[in-house]
């Protein structure tokens, strides 16, 4: 099931549902990865699947993640793909870079993951079970009715963004914003939404600010990353301090800037922010209250600057240089 939100398209995605699921049967020892929990859903899958346990698709997936294909890794390589699990794009440099600039393996894994989809029938169980998201799409949908929420993040940006799409991940625990190179100077970005966080959220009676949080901050790393990716001479093979830098500086940025827009639309109180703060530390987002009050000077200046990315360098200069090894 998807709805139109202004413009958007909320919905499952049956190639990221059929990656999950063979990890969600596979012995990957990552409890932060994919969700185990027992669930009304994780019961079905259970049921129809677990035949399929000891299916080399299955099989092989440890060893694939400990190779390079893991976390944004799996849903960028789904989105690579037609439904028929064909690829629909080529694969891109991140991808490839994970696999020292090789996709052997990649066209491998695609070929057993076919032979999984068709031999447990996955695309009919798929289609079966969109019911039972349906409820609750319906009150993400409720909420994002009263948004016009990229609408929201392109006026504080001064900046247009491109063709976008929302993605409910039954399984993912985390959430994911991927770009795909659709074409020439042509690209498309996705928010992958995590339903096991928004459900948590939704417990906690925060549904909303997390819902429009997580969409805005999937949404920015197609700003902020390849603004950080110019500051490497190739951001594809960074040392681990670089890759550690450049994802605080990213996190920080996109932390920030996503609380200036809940402030905008009185979600959050401006006076009683500290608890955002210390959430984003933990989260890798060290410089978050920092680059908020940079932020403001932004708002106030902002005829100053033509969009967001002349301002980049006043935030990333809070971090100083990359380093250089």
Known sequence: MGGCINNIIIQTDFRIELLSTVIFLSDLDNDQFISKDETEYSRI????????????????????????????????LALHLNNDLTKKFQFSNELKSRFNNSY?????????????SEKSNFLSFYNKSLKLNENFLLKLHQILNKFQI??????????????QKVMLSNLLKSSYGITINVSKNNFEIFCIASK??????????????????????????????????????????????????????????IWAITLRLLIKEKIVDENNCNWYFNNA???????????????????????????????????????GKPPRE
Not at 150 to 163: A, H, P
Not at 283 to 310: H, M, V, W
């Open 45 to 76: 899958l259970g049921n129809e699947f677990n035949k399929y346990k000891n299916h080399q698709a299955v099989k092989i997936f440890p060893k694939l993640w400990e190779d390079g294909l893991r976390w944004d890794g799996v849903p960028q």
């Open 104 to 116: 052997s393996s990649l066209t491998d894994f695609l070929k057993l993951i076919n032979d999984f």
């Open 150 to 163: 990229i609408k929201i993040l392109e006026n504080y940006l001064n900046i247009k963004l491109f063709k």
């Open 196 to 253: 096991y966080w928004l459900n948590v959220a939704n417990s906690n009676g925060c549904l909303t600010r997390n819902l429009l949080s997580t969409i805005w901050h999937e949404f920015l790393h197609s700003i902020i990353n390849p603004l950080s990716d110019k500051l490497f001479d190739d951001h594809l093979n960074l040392t681990d301090s670089q890759s550690e830098w450049y994802c605080e500086l990213n996190e920080s940025i």
């Open 281 to 319: 530390v933990n989260c890798g987002a060290p410089k978050t209250k920092e680059l908020n009050d940079l932020l403001i000077e932004y708002e106030s200046n902002q005829s100053k600057y033509n969009n967001f990315r002349e301002f980049y360098p006043i935030l990333q200069n809070e971090f």
